[in-house]
DNA sequence: TTGACATATTCCCATATAGGCATGTAATGT
DNA sequence: ACATTACATGCCTATATGGGAATATGTCAA
C-alpha cells in the first residue's frame, strides 16, 4: 500500500509545509485565493489544490464573495493535533528535568520542583497490549 | 514532485496513524520491538522499518539489550507539533466564543478589535497576541 | 562452530501524491 | 453577448510510500 490520502486526517493534510502556511495565512481572517497566492509566491493551481485538500479534510472554512472564494482556517479541526501532542508535554518536562537534574546522584527522596507526574497510569498509553 | 519524504520532519512522520501508536506504545518506557509488534499486531518487518523513519526524524530513542533493541519516544522532538498547534489555540476559543455570542447583530463598534492586516506578508501570523 | 533468537534490510508493486501546464467554469462589467 | 477576472479541475510524470515475503545482520548460548 501506498501512503494514506492527504485527505484521510488532519494529520496527513498538515504534514505538507505550504498548507501549514496557508493555515497561518488565513488564521485570522478570510482571504482570498489570489492573496494566498501572492503571499506564499506559489502558482494558483497549487494553491487551488492545497485549499481542496484543507476543505476535504474540515480544515478551512469557504465562503464565496462574488467571484472570489474567501477561505478561513477552521481552527477547531487542528484540535485534534494538539490533543494528540499535549499528551506528550508531560514527557517532555519530565525529560528535560531530568536532564538538568545531572547531579550525579540519583535523585534524593526529597523531591524538589517536579510536576507531578504519576497521576497517569500507564494504562493510558498502552491500551492495546496484546 | 511527490510528497515529501516521511523522514523529513516530525510532521510527515506522524502522519502514519501506526507511527503515532508506536510513538504512544513507547513513550512511557522504552520496549523492545517484539512487544511493539505484539502489541500493535503488525509483521514485525512493518514496525522496523515505522522505527526506522521515526528514529531518522529523532522521534524516538534506540539502545541495544541484547539482542533486543529498545525503544522510547523522544517527546523532544514532539515539542515543533505541539507549538504549531497551540498557535491556533485562542483561535478555537474565539471561534467558539463567536458562537456563543449568537449576538446576531455585527459587533459594536468599540471593542477587540483586531490590527490592520491588509497588507502584510507572508510570514506575518506569528506576531500576534491573543 | 552451530543454531536459535531478535531485529534490520532488500525487493517488488499498487497507489497517491505535488508541481507544471492547459483548460474548464462561475461571476462581473460593459 | 462578450471579454475579463478569479478559481477550480484535469492531465501528466517523477517520486516516495507501506505492506508482504524473503533474506541479511547481529547477538547469545551450548
Same mark, same amino acid.
Given at each position: 500500500m501506498a501512503r494514506a490520502a492527504t485527505t484521510s486526517d488532519a494529520f $496527513?493534510?498538515? *504534514?505538507?509545509?505550504? /498548507?501549514r502556511e496557508?493555515? $497561518?495565512?488565513i *488564521?485570522?481572517?478570510? /482571504?482570498?485565493?489570489?492573496?494566498i497566492v501572492d503571499s506564499l509566491g506559489l502558482e494558483q493551481p497549487?494553491?487551488?489544490k492545497h485549499l481542496r485538500v484543507l476543505r476535504d479534510v474540515g480544515l478551512v472554512h469557504v465562503r464565496r464573495d462574488g467571484r472570489r472564494m474567501l477561505y478561513r482556517t477552521n481552527a477547531e479541526a487542528i484540535r485534534p493535533?494538539?490533543?494528540?501532542t499535549e499528551t506528550f508535554e508531560r514527557y517532555w518536562r519530565h525529560q528535560l528535568s531530568r536532564v538538568k537534574e545531572r547531579a550525579e546522584r540519583k535523585s534524593s527522596p526529597s523531591n524538589?520542583?517536579?510536576?507531578d507526574f504519576s497521576r497517569r497510569r500507564k494504562d493510558?498509553?498502552?491500551?492495546n497490549k496484546n
Open positions: $496527513n493534510a498538515v *504534514a505538507e509545509p505550504r /498548507r496557508i493555515l $497561518n495565512f *488564521a485570522l481572517e478570510e /482571504r482570498p485565493v489570489g492573496e497549487s494553491v487551488s493535533l494538539h490533543e494528540w524538589d520542583s517536579q510536576p493510558d498509553f498502552d491500551s
